[in-house]
């Protein structure tokens, strides 16, 4: 299989009889535009859309499942990111690192 051609696989679906809420915990790190613009610069791919945020927050760990019955995430990505190779894995940590 090559880098980057592989589709994420979906968990287990939300209830979808409430809104999407995230579980208690500590705040998420802001991703402002700039680091976004930067992110944009040395990677592939990155999106910002709640529907790739909200995919991408996501896991297979059994609590996780148990919390999407009850349309809840453990907290919401800022941005998600998708690279190409490894140069490209590598100047995105470079910038959250920053």
Known sequence: MELGTAAPVTPIAF???NPLT??????????GDDVVARLRDVCATVSTDDEARV???????????????????????????????????AAVLAVCNE
């Open 15 to 17: 209830a979808g009889a």
């Open 55 to 89: 995919a991408a927050s996501r896991d297979w760990w059994p609590l996780a499942m148990i919390w999407a019955r009850d349309d809840q995430i453990p907290a919401i990505a800022g941005a998600v990111c998708r690279p190409d190779d490894p140069e490209q894995v």
């Open 22 to 31: 995230t579980r208690p915990g500590p705040e998420p790190v802001a991703v």
